[in-house]
């Protein structure tokens, strides 16, 4: 795996019941890498969003959201729909938005 970005910051997540709560997110996007000798475009390499997304004023917000799907809005404004994988705020990408 290739990191092509790492991120920090403040963001927004907006929950299933369309809240939204200020948030802090650790993330890194990566790519797979080919293997010697492949040609393959850039573009077809899968892309994977992995980190943390926790709420910055509710300590609870990762165990009452845990596996419900939301969205964060980053700072740069790209947004992606992610869950909660576990209780440490751990995410899984559902969606990427862009």
Request: proline share 5%.
């Amino acid at each position: 795996m290739k990191v092509l970005e790492h991120l920090q910051g403040t963001g927004v997540i907006t929950s299933p019941d369309g809240d939204d709560v200020a948030a802090k997110y650790d993330v890194s996007i990566t790519a797979d890498e080919p293997e010697a000798g492949q040609d393959i475009p850039p573009m077809a390499h899968f892309k994977h969003i992995s980190g943390q997304v926790w709420s910055v004023h509710d300590p609870y917000f990762v165990a009452t959201h845990f596996r419900k799907i939301m969205t964060l809005q980053m700072e740069d404004g790209r947004r992606f729909q992610f869950f909660h994988r576990d209780i440490e705020g751990s995410i899984g990408l559902k969606k990427w938005i862009g």
